[in-house]
């Protein structure tokens, strides 16, 4: 008997397959910060050796009854941290590229990988497919979702309203440190473009709508629009490349920060509107990307 991903419920009883509870978005920090203390102890653990499980016994001396130091092993990040580690490592490896659409997980190698147990996987895996970012199919297993080109578009659609409502609030609350930030991107998008460097351009263009939205103060529409966008990201980076596109995109990202640096909430609204109302066209003329 297999369950969704693939695997033989009856090779490991000890893991359950119980769907979990979803992790909230503000347990973030607060199981990263674990992860890390995880890992610190085990490493202070392995440098400082074994102690005697006696108190007043010290260990001998001679090396004749001493063990080798404790090995960190698979098993030592448990529970809500390890979920997270997983699912981090995940939308990290979507934001770089490093997985396609299409592209199978498979849960003893993300296990192996990670030093993680299958289940700490498992409930990964339902994390990130309740934020639309995996697909599981029963007794095949899990793989990153493919997004079509018209739902590209619904999301696209998506982020214009909330990234509108982050430039305005940005023009209006942007510190003067924050609006010189905006104006070094800009001249370095200028320098991208005029260089022919579209791989830096398109890492650019990504920096300053997430500036944008820090910026804005908008910390639950932060939260959707990271949702949204790690589903766009091979959309994003494919058509940054298209012949043409950082040439015509460039005059939209620049109204943009001129808008916000100014101050000018509605301006930054509408360059913020016509920015992407431009990703639209450009997706629409897209009869199909595929996967690879």
Known sequence: MVNHFGDNIFSDPAEGLARPPPLRPESFAKYSLKISLLIESATAS???????AVRGNRMPTDGSAREGPAQVTS??????????????HIRRALWAGDLLPGQRLVVQDLADQLGVTRSSVREALFDLAADDLVETVPNRGASIRVVSVDEAIQITECRSALERLCARKAA???????????TEIGERLRAAVAEEDFHTYSALNRELHDLVIEFSGQAVVKRQLERLNVQMVRFQFRLALRSGRPQESLPQLLAIIDAVTAGDSAAADAAAEAQLASVIDQLRMTETLPPH
């Open 46 to 52: 392995a440098v400082r050796g074994p102690r005697s």
């Open 75 to 88: 098993t030592q990040i448990r529970g809500a941290a390890a979920r997270l580690h997983v699912s981090t």
């Open 172 to 182: 209006e609350h942007a510190t003067e440190a924050q609006r010189a930030e905006l």
